[in-house]
């Protein structure tokens, strides 16, 4: 059983940034981050292939957001600039042993979600 643990949400500031960690308790395929704000449905914010390091952003944050990862620590994570105040949200990590994309289905396992809050 994959565990996955979160870390980085926190509140800032439009304009700021913030780097959310992902640390996998051992190696998977395509490691996601996805988003929710209560009452809307699960969003998908960008992934990466392990083997190779393949990436894709949703349109909403290409251009802000980066994804990067360390092997040797199985650990993924999301380098979130110019946040702005539609970036809040809950941040989960997901991981899939056989596919990649923004489809939350194809993750196994999830995170238990970090917190992030931009405020104007």
């Known amino acids: 059983q994959v565990q996955l643990v979160e870390s980085g949400g926190g509140s800032v500031q439009a304009g700021g940034s913030l780097r959310l960690s992902c640390a996998s308790s051992?190696?998977?395929?395509?490691m996601g981050w996805f988003r929710q704000v209560p009452g809307t449905e699960r969003e998908g914010v960008a992934y990466i292939f392990n083997p190779g390091g393949h990436s894709d952003f949703a349109a909403s944050v290409k251009g802000r957001f980066t994804i990067s990862q360390d092997t040797s620590q199985n650990t993924v994570y999301l380098q979130m600039n110019s946040l702005q105040t539609e970036d809040t949200a809950m941040y989960y990590c997901?991981?899939?042993?056989?596919?990649?994309?923004?489809?939350?289905?194809?993750?196994?396992?999830w995170g238990q979600g970090t917190q992030v809050t931009v405020s104007s």
């Open positions: 051992e190696y998977t395929f395509c």
């Open positions: 997901a991981a899939s042993s056989t596919l990649c994309g923004f489809h939350e289905n194809f993750y196994e396992y």
